[in-house]
């Protein structure tokens, strides 16, 4: 017979480890069903039509099969010296399942992280309740990342694996910048200012177009802050990315314009049903607008989803970028092994 202060006990644990105490108890009674069929091979049978009965005010242990008490004596004794690994596995199992259940609900969220070891290319993030694994395609090539180092990771998905469900975490993702700026910026929580859109080179550069919902409120200068405040701070936590805050414009003219800031557009000409958009601009702007590497024009052609063609002048295509599904268009970076 198992005593009610161990019943408490169990509600004890399932309150500390944050499961609720049925599941413990349904533990408890798949262990003394294991039990039985364990020492008492001939009685149990295939065990499939008992049922095990576990009173909750004074934790008797009782087997019934077609309404008929079938208890062994001293079972109660034996199956609780049985069961007592199976429930204490069962116990992390089902914390392990609630713990990924609460992830569940963070997908698509960004949370303060701290990286724990590097092992085979992946980094073993610890996230509070559990351990997440960022894999080397989440990594930012241009950061460095070294154990017990304390960031802001973005919770990606949940691959479902009936042994070990793992939560994989990304520094790459482009949502990870809209997180941060979330976290921010007041105006974005409130509704204010809405995220229209992020093109994302990670460790490199990012522009991110911004809208206002609320007469009065400018989304630039929310985004920037004051004294270049927020933007910053963003910054900062990717390791100095670069970003570009752009106005969205209903306009697709206007807003291929602004994507391509800081570079002054003379003209545009949309072909809307190609997705083609050719922009002329002054000789002494060219540079600007294509970018180093072609990165200015690439990154605008991400953001407005058109392909770009820089002209000069005389029309001669000096630079042109092709909008593309890679967001990230980055090499995963190779961590050092004495990282680890």
Do not use: C
Request: glycine share 8%; charged share 30%; proline share 4%.
């Amino acid at each position: 017979m198992i005593r009610s202060e161990f019943l408490a006990a169990i509600k004890q644990v399932a309150t500390e480890r944050g499961i609720e105490p049925e599941d413990v108890l349904r533990t408890l009674e798949q262990a003394m069903l294991a039990a039985f069929r364990k020492d008492y091979p001939e009685e149990a049978g295939d065990a499939d039509d008992i049922t095990v009965n576990i009173d909750k005010k004074t934790g008797a242990v009782t087997l019934m099969r077609d309404g008929e008490d079938i208890t062994p004596p001293g079972f109660g004794r034996i199956a609780a010296q049985t069961a007592k690994q199976v429930i204490l596995q069962g116990v992390r199992e089902a914390e392990k399942h609630a713990v990924v259940d609460e992830f569940r609900s963070k997908i698509g969220k960004v949370v303060p992280a701290m990286l724990q070891r590097f092992d085979r290319g992946k980094w073993f993030v610890d996230v509070g309740r559990t351990t997440a694994i960022m894999p080397r395609e989440e990594q930012t090539y241009s950061e460095e990342y070294r154990p017990n180092q304390r960031l802001k990771v973005y919770i990606k998905e949940i691959i479902d694996d009936e042994v070990r469900p793992d939560i994989i975490v990304s520094r790459a993702d482009p949502n990870l910048v809209k997180g941060l700026f979330s976290l921010e910026v007041p105006e974005i929580q409130s509704g204010a200012v809405e995220i229209k859109g992020v093109a994302r080179e990670p460790g490199s550069r990012t522009k991110i177009a911004v809208a206002s919902t609320q007469e009065g409120v400018d989304p630039v200068g929310s985004m920037v802050g004051q004294r270049g405040v927020r933007v910053q701070a963003v910054s900062n936590e990717l390791q100095g990315e670069k970003m570009d805050i752009i106005l969205w414009h209903e306009s697709q003219e206007r807003f291929i314009i602004n994507a391509l800031s800081p570079a002054q557009v003379a003209d545009i000409k949309l072909n809307e049903k190609e997705k083609i958009a050719t922009v002329e601009v002054a000789e002494d702007q060219l540079s600007l607008a294509i970018g180093k590497d072609g990165q200015n024009v690439r990154l605008a052609s991400k953001l407005t989803g058109y392909k770009i063609d820089i002209v000069n002048a005389s029309g001669d295509v000096i630079g042109s970028h092709e909008e593309t599904t890679d967001e990230s268009s980055q090499t995963s970076k190779e961590p050092e092994e004495s990282a680890a």
